[in-house]
């Protein structure tokens, strides 16, 4: 993109630069008159905002830890709480500090008011630069006195993180009610310049209207959205006031976008309230959604407002784009963001006969650009506005009227503390090395460097970037993005034709030949016990001797295959995965009752284990120097142990039973497949797709069916030298023993990797981030109907924190959407069987005799369906089955600590150790944690679930398992056998000067 494609398709270089010279002259009267204004309060020197923002820009580490402090500041409710977090902070070496700050913090104390009880009264202070605060009266006279200044205003109200749908209803009635409040002020103001109408102008965050937007289910949440916005709307339209939809988070702009044109296309507001929405120009897509929005608007003859702004989410929506694999949705520079902000505003300009403009920005040279374009479009300087954050430009909105353009000013309205994530953006903001105020006021740029063309610095950071480091050799698979049209529609046809394949009956697989039997298995859909997903055969010890035959025929032959064919035989299977991923998705929702999200996950973490064991395979089989001496090589390589078997659950039918089968067989080993008897159609797809890439005969065995006796036939057998199981830890322990039991004629010692479940705690601190730590709770608790061994099941809450998280945690809960997993929105759906239907059930009816049943959720009330319904119990003794004992289920106990050190007892007194979390924001609780919590896999701030291959390698020890770590570096070698190969290289005096 470079200036003349901007300007016009045919221009010339005269035109080109003429623009320019027109920006530059009308940046040159801006700065002029912002220069004698003087520099923002925000970047005054007065009071502690000052200094802190100066130290901030100088060093990294203390601008972290100072913004981290301030986010936890709201919830700290004593002057000691507040002294030990502020010393945890800033208190370490790391952190370079003035030398009377440094000393006031090791002495605990604080002069000038900073510490103890006058912190909160500071910060709050500068929240108020950028925040109107909550009472009425204030916000009613500031907006008062923008609108004598001629300063149009839009009001938005912090708060806006919502977890439950009472939460939504109170945010809706907040709305209605400042509409009424700003209404019956302004009916008295005074006239004043023209600022832009209608004179109430309001913002609104759509993820603050419904609690539980699930990316797979669109149409749900237009609906439930819709409902709460109508109201706003009519009320709107009554008070002839104008709505703007905000646009948040990356996930939620197609979202945002439908809902938009969805409510204004309808009769009632297709000709009012006037309206509007926000677009991003630092997202990739927005040309493209912008160009498309015009379309609607001449086809629809429905005008609206364009607030263009560059976007306040860069960091996070490049985090998780990276976490997840996905495309990065935003430009990678700030100059492309910069340089597409003048794109749009031209395209916005060009058609301002059907839409309107307004430029949310504090950059010079983006203002100056969007004039010039005006006036060399002949659009008139009252036809479209500025937009400014309150607190933040006030000299450049001041130069903006100036000029005779309207300004209107963004300004967030609600109780102070809480609205510290608002102020913690703004800080970052200010502080950020590529903030254009920073850059004028803190800085010193000079206007050369403020006004140049974005292109040419993006060209020129492009010529000194450093060239990108090779990416690693193992990538993950990325999850399916559900916000995707093409992506919920891959899904809906899968499910379809799923479903026209059911009722099958599925061989057993010995030797690459399917084997009938003469008994068959019902697999069953847990949200519909009358549909059958397919019939599997029943194995019986002959069918189990003959597959040991296979595997024990097959083995020498596999196992002399060269390692790195076997790892592109892995590699194969995951590219067949990968073709096939939507259909296996759609297997899963309907034989294993996952939703969409978590129906993917499995498939997803199946071609993580292919892929990360093929890499892993290739570096083991290189054989290790154990020690360099003269004239002797020493050299370890490693073997294949021989044939096993698999025993493979059903909570993760896909993922978990081709992770140890990959694992056996690139090791050179051959296996007995035994899976679940409640998912074998997955199972039987799993052996189609190795069969289709390449499996040699016998090197993989599927037998399916009831496993109890051929289980344990297998376990015990001779000829088998290990066993990989996954499971309860009942069934688990009793392979251990028969294992450990050698048989007449055993040659080897059986090696058992045994991974078997979990009573996972998770604690709650004093000072956690409740938004957060409600939905970390409910995502480990709920997921999957609590059937993963990483499931929540233990919630520890301090005593001092309990009550609010409780309420609010109930209220989340019980907004939770129920329903067959194949429906996109489901977040609960059935367990997995009957058996298993009422073993959970009694457990909950055994557990109001131990505890309170603080709540219970409601469940569709199908005969035909599994479905429990979800529960939380409160005051659950330690001593109780609730406490003690894997459940499998929606069950969630919760328990009450005095303090951290008790916390940290309840969760360790278990006999399990898979996995465990805390939410906290205490850097000195959180370093505990990581030194004291007994657990395979720790979890900080984060769900206590959702282990992702070769990132968070999985499994736990004491009653959880063997200590082996699924996904990892190291799992491999439970399948192998060490062995050192001695040379000795001295002939008749002479040794080789390069040993091998």
């Known amino acids: 993109m470079n200036e003349a494609r901007i300007y016009s398709a045919s221009a010339g270089k005269s035109e080109v630069s003429s623009l320019e010279d027109a920006i530059r002259e009308i940046g040159e009267q801006i700065f002029a008159l912002v220069d004698a204004a003087g520099a923002p309060s925000i970047f005054s020197r007065k009071g502690l905002y000052g200094p802190l923002m100066e130290w901030s820009m100088r060093d990294e580490h203390f601008k972290t830890q100072l913004f981290r402090f301030i986010d936890v500041l709201p ?23 003035p030398a009377v700050l440094r000393a006031a913090l090791n002495l605990g104390t604080l002069t000038g008011g900073i510490m103890s009880g006058g912190i909160k009264s500071q910060v709050a202070g500068m929240a108020r630069i950028f925040m109107l605060g909550n009472d009425g009266r204030e916000i009613a006279a500031t907006l008062r006195g923008l609108h004598k200044q001629g300063v149009g205003f839009t009001v938005d109200i912090l708060g806006e993180a919502v977890v439950s749908e009472i939460e939504a209803d109170q945010y809706t009635q907040r709305y209605l009610d400042l509409m009424n409040l700003l ?68 996930a939620l702009k197609n979202l945002t976008l439908r809902l938009f044109k969805t ?11 006037a309206c509007g929405l926000a677009m991003q120009a630092y997202l990739r897509e927005t040309e493209t959604d912008l160009r498309d929005l015009i379309a609607w608007a001449r086809e629809g003859g429905r005008r609206f407002t364009v607030r263009l702004v560059k976007g306040a989410y860069w960091d996070y929506e490049t985090v998780i784009a990276r976490q997840r694999g996905w495309p ?13 902000f003048e794109k749009l505003s031209l395209i916005l300009l060009e058609n301002h006969d059907a839409i309107g403009s307004a430029f949310g920005t504090h950059n010079v040279r983006s203002a100056a650009h969007a004039i010039a374009q005006a006036d060399r479009l002949g659009v008139p300087r009252a036809g479209f506005e500025f937009q400014v954050l309150h607190g933040m430009a006030d000299s450049l909105r001041d130069a903006l009227l100036r000029l005779g353009l ?19 953006r703004r800080l970052l903001e ?27 610095k993006l060209l020129l950071q492009q010529a000194v970037e450093e060239t990108e480091t090779a990416a690693p050799v193992f990538k993950n698979e990325p999850p399916v993005d559900f916000t995707i049209d093409a992506e919920r529609a891959k899904i809906r046809a899968a499910l379809k034709t799923v479903r026209s394949r059911l009722g099958r009956k599925h061989a057993l697989i010995i030797g690459n030949k399917p084997v009938k039997t003469a008994e068959w298995h019902i697999s069953l859909n847990p949200a519909d016990q009358t549909e059958i997903i397919g019939h599997s055969a029943k194995a019986t010890i002959d069918d189990a001797e003959s597959a040991v035959r296979a595997a024990l025929s097959a083995q020498p032959a596999w196992g ?160 088998i030298d290990f066993i990989a199981f996954t499971g309860s830890m009942e069934v688990g322990l009793k392979i251990w023993e028969i294992a450990g039991r050698a048989q007449p004629g055993q040659r080897n010692l059986k090696k058992v990797i045994c991974e078997m479940g979990g009573k996972n705690a998770l604690i709650i601190d004093s000072d956690a981030d409740l938004d957060e730590a409600i939905a970390i709770t409910l995502a480990s608790a709920f997921g999957y109907q609590g059937q993963k061994c990483s499931a929540l099941s233990r919630l520890i809450l301090m005593e001092d924190n309990s009550a609010k998280f409780l309420d609010r945690l109930l209220a989340a809960a019980s907004s939770l959407r129920v329903g067959p997993a194949e429906q996109p929105g489901t ?31 409601e469940v569709p009330a199908d005969p035909n369906a599994c479905y429990v319904p979800p529960v939380i119990f409160t005051n659950v003794p330690v001593r109780s089955r609730l406490f003690r004992e894997e459940i499998f289920g929606p069950v969630l106990a919760v328990t009450l600590a005095r303090d951290f050190d008790e916390a940290i007892a309840l969760a360790n007194d278990s006999a399990f150790a898979l996995t465990g979390g805390i939410c906290s924001r205490s850097p000195a609780h959180i370093a505990r944690a990581k030194a004291e919590m007994a657990c395979g896999n720790l979890y900080i701030n984060r769900s206590i679930t959702g282990a992702i291959v070769g990132r968070q390698p999985f499994g736990g020890y004491k009653m959880s398992g063997g200590g082996t770590k699924a996904g990892g570096r190291e799992y491999l070698l439970n399948f192998v056998t060490p062995r050192v190969v001695t040379e000795n290289c001295l002939r008749s005096g002479y040794a080789p000067t390069q040993l091998d």
Not at 334 to 339: H, I, N, Q
């Open 406 to 424: 309207r300004v209107r000013e963004y300004c967030p309205v609600g109780e102070l503390l809480p609205g510290m994530a608002y102020l913690v």
């Open 183 to 250: 209404a019956r002020e302004s009916a008295s103001w005074p006239a004043a310049p023209a600022s832009g109408s209608p004179l109430l102008n309001l913002s609104v965050k759509i993820s603050a209207l419904h609690s539980q937007i699930q990316p797979a289910d669109p149409d749900t949440d237009i609906e439930k959205i819709s409902v709460r916005l109508r109201p706003i709307l009519r009320r709107a339209k009554e008070l002839g006031a104008f709505i703007n939809f905000d646009m948040e988070s990356h």
């Open 827 to 857: 977040v609960l759906g059935p367990v997995i069987s009957r058996e298993a239907q009422k073993r959970i059930l009694a457990m909950i009816e055994n557990g109001k005799n131990e505890a309170i049943l603080a709540w219970q959720g």
């Open 430 to 456: 200010n502080t950020s090395n590529e903030s254009f105020l920073a850059g004028k006021f803190a800085r010193g740029a000079n206007r050369d460097a403020l006004l140049e063309d974005p292109e040419k």
């Open 263 to 273: 409510l204004f296309a309808e009769a009632e507001f297709s000709t009012g309230p």
């Open 328 to 340: 990065l949705p935003v430009f990678p520079h700030k100059a492309e963001s910069d340089l597409n």
């Open 560 to 719: 002399r295959i060269p390692a790195g064919d076997r790892a592109a035989f892995l590699e194969r299977a995951a590219r067949l995965l990968q073709r096939d991923k939507a259909e296996l998705t759609a297997l899963e929702i309907l034989e294993a009752g996952k939703n969409w999200i978590e129906a993917d996950a499995d498939v997803v973490e199946a071609i993580d284990f292919c892929n990360f064991y093929a890499v892993e395979m290739r570096r083991l089989a290189e054989p290790r120097p154990t020690q360099r001496i003269p004239g002797e090589t020493n050299v370890l390589h490693w073997l294949p142990r021989g044939a096993g078997v698999v025993i493979a659950p059903w909570n993760f039918p896909l993922a978990i039973l081709t992770g140890m089968t990959a694992a056996a067989l690139v090791t050179g080993n051959t296996v007995i497949i035994k899976p679940s008897d409640q998912t074998p159609v997955i199972a039987s797809r799993l052996m189609e797709i190795l069969i289709e890439a390449g499996l040699p005969a016998g090197v993989a065995n599927l037998l399916t069916g009831p496993g109890g006796e051929i289980g344990a036939h297998l376990v015990a057998h001779r000829d």
């Open 75 to 97: 919830v700290l409710q004593s002057s000691g709480e507040i002294n030990r977090h502020l010393r945890e902070y800033l208190g370490d070496d790391r952190v370079e500090l």
